[in-house]
C-alpha cells in the first residue's frame, strides 16, 4: 500500500469534497446540465449516482464482514434541485456515520478483495475520498468552473486507483510489462503486469526501464486513470499500447 492517511483524516476529506460537490452542483445553470466527462449523463444522473453509492457504501461498512453486498437502492432522489442537495447531505452523512461507528479495522465486503486494498471500512472510506474526489470534478466541468484539485489528494489518488483499480491475481493476458506514472510533483509509481496479475510495487532507482511511462502533473495522472484524460494529454515515453491493452483489460474472478 502506498500511502497511510489516517481514518480521521479520510472522514474530514469526504466531509470536506462532499461540500466541495454540493457547491458546484448549486452553482450549475440546473440539473439537466450535461456532464462532459460522464457522456449521457446529466447533472441529476451524476448527483443520484454518487448519492446512491454513499447509501449502498454505507449499507455494506454496517453489515461487516460478508461474501455479498446488500442490494442497491437507486429510488428516492428527488427532482428539484434544494431537496436533490438535501438528500445528497443525508446520503452522506449516512455513509459517515457508518464509518465513524463501525472504526477503520472492521472488514466487510467489497469488490477489491483480491488486491492491495484492504477490504475494511479504512480501504472503504479511501475509496469513498477519490470517488468524490473525481465526481466534483465532474461536477465542476458540468457548472464550468473546474478548481484545481489539492495536490497531496490528487497523489493519493493516483496511488488509490493502483492499489485498488490496478491490482489482482488474475493473470495479465499479454506479454509481461511495467508501466511507470511520474508526477512533476515529485512522485513516482510503477505497475508490474504479468502472469500473476497486476501489481503495483516501490518505484526504486535500480528498477528496469519501463514498457511505458506516462508523465504529467498528479490531478492529470489522476484524471487519466479514471478515465477522464486521455493519452494524448500525457507525455507517454515507450509502448503506448500497454496502456491501452491496460485500459480495455477487464479481469474477471
Known sequence: MTDTLEYSALLQLIAERSAAFRAAVASAPGLDAPVPSCPEWTLFDLVRHLGTGQRWWAAIVAAGPAEAPPAKDAAGAPREREA?????????????????????????WTWWRAGVSPANAWGVA??????????????QLA????????????????????????????????EAATIHYHATEGRSWRLVLDGTGAWPVPL????????????????????FVWGRLTLSDLKIEGDPQVFEQLIAWEPEE
Open 84 to 108: 436533490l442537495l438535501a438528500w445528497y447531505a443525508e446520503s452522506n452523512e449516512l455513509l459517515l456515520s457508518a464509518l465513524r461507528e463501525a472504526g477503520p479495522e472492521r472488514e466487510c
Open 126 to 139: 479511501r475509496r469513498r475520498v477519490h470517488e468524490l474526489l473525481v465526481h466534483t470534478y465532474d461536477a
Open 143 to 174: 457548472a464550468g468552473a473546474v478548481q484545481p484539485m489539492p495536490e497531496d489528494l490528487a497523489l493519493d489518488g493516483v496511488a488509490e486507483f493502483l492499489d485498488t483499480c490496478n491490482s489482482t491475481p488474475i493473470a495479465w493476458p499479454h
Open 204 to 223: 526504486t532507482d535500480d528498477a528496469e526501464p519501463a514498457s511505458a511511462s506516462a508523465t504529467a502533473t498528479a490531478e492529470q495522472l489522476l484524471l
